[in-house]
């Protein structure tokens, strides 16, 4: 099967490879799904980065503690999405495998540990057209 990919691939471009995990998390029957919006306003999926020694779940685990302040049970694997894109932010261009997890639940254990990013919960069709990425508005479409 082949993997979606999306930004643009220019030749031209040394990318950093930066291994991501990311999760769907919703509520009320799955009728709306959580995102976090960045400093600089964009939307993403929870999750983030795979550091090194890390499995994706790991990651996941970690993130949602960071993110959210919540524990998740990971469900369903919805599968790998490449991303390319040019982060003004860090100056770099990356190229970001992304791995797409389904919380089948999740509990509060606690405040978000990083207190930089917005929680917003919203549709699953708004969600769909406030995520940056490609890759994440591709892993909400498989899922819905």
């Not at 799904?33 to 499995?55: D, K, M, R, S, W």
């Not at 970690?62 to 049970?73: D, Y």
Request: proline fraction near 3%; glycine fraction near 8%.
């Amino acid at each position: 099967m082949e993997i979606p990919s999306f930004g643009e691939k220019s030749e031209t471009l040394v990318y950093k490879k930066r291994l991501g995990a990311y999760i769907i998390v919703s509520r009320n029957d799955n009728s709306e799904i959580v995102l976090i919006q960045a400093p600089n306003g964009a939307y993403f999926l929870p999750g983030g980065e795979i550091e090194q020694g890390e499995t994706k779940e790991a990651a996941i685990n970690r993130e949602m503690l960071e993110e959210l302040g919540i524990e998740v049970v990971i469900g369903e694997y919805l599968g790998q999405a490449d991303e390319y894109f040019h982060s003004r932010h860090r100056c770099t261009d990356y190229y970001n495998p992304g791995y797409f997890f389904v919380a089948d639940e999740w509990k509060q254990v606690c405040e978000p540990l990083e207190k930089t990013n917005e929680i917003r919960w919203v549709s699953v069709e708004e969600g769909i057209s406030l995520l940056k990425r490609g890759s994440h508005k591709w892993a909400v479409k498989k899922w819905q």
